[in-house]
């Protein structure tokens, strides 16, 4: 069985501050990690998947086999940062994602 | 072009109705996923399909629970005899190909179910 885990429902940080929000799986295979991100108001959204190892709007995700986690980092949050964050994984080459349970993100100016 | 969408967009329920889902996926999109996300939690699994033929619903909670996509497009969660518990946020989802975890899947906004 896999299972993502979000130690951190609320998260708040000053603008120009860094950010990283925790997230740590089980899966006894090889898994594929992605962070996805939810505006006020808006759908939800992919915001970076491990295998491609791009940063997207200066959000940095590194996977790590060995701590079982994918922890998503920035080094200097924006106000428009402000989001629900939420991790996900998938068997590789498999369509069934498995959610955590989300992290709410504030910048505050 | 459009994206996912989804009608209605709230429902209340009172329990023991039956209530009716639909989901519009991208044009063209091969598959088709449904999930429920209850208050406070991320999104679960709840079925896939590809073009029309549902491939997996092992994620759907009880035999209350049916989806369908008869032309391989539009698709429908039907909840019969809903339950309180069944308050949640389902959430469609579609990618142009195979679902297989590689291919970015779009959501749409939602149906908020709220069951009196």
């Known amino acids: 069985a896999q299972r993502v885990t979000q130690p951190e429902k609320l998260l708040s940080v000053f603008k120009g501050a860094p950010v990283e929000l925790k997230c740590n799986y089980s899966y006894s295979g090889s898994p594929e990690l992605f962070w996805y991100v939810q505006y006020s108001r808006q759908r939800l959204q992919l915001l970076l998947r491990h295998i491609s190892r791009e940063s997207i709007k200066g959000f940095t995700a590194d996977l790590n086999k060995g701590e079982t986690s994918f922890h998503l980092k920035k080094p200097f949050a924006q106000e428009e940062d402000s989001a629900m964050y939420y991790c996900a994984l998938a068997p590789s080459n498999d369509y069934k994602l498995s959610f955590g349970a989300g992290t709410t993100v504030t910048v505050r100016a | 072009g459009a994206g996912v969408s989804q009608s209605p967009r709230y429902k209340v329920a009172k329990r023991g109705q039956d209530v009716a889902l639909r989901c519009d996926p991208i044009s063209g999109h091969v598959s088709l996923f449904w999930y429920q996300q209850a208050l406070g939690q991320g999104p679960e699994f709840l079925t896939y399909f590809q073009n029309e033929a549902q491939l997996d619903k092992s994620g759907l909670p009880s035999d209350r629970f049916f989806a369908e996509r008869p032309e391989g497009s539009v698709s429908t969660l039907k909840i019969q005899r809903t339950q309180q518990e069944d308050s949640a946020v389902y959430l469609c989802?579609?990618?142009?190909?195979?679902?297989?975890?590689?291919?970015?899947?779009?959501f749409g906004p939602g149906t908020r179910l709220t069951v009196l």
């Open positions: 989802a579609s990618t142009p190909r195979t679902g297989a975890s590689y291919n970015e899947q779009f």
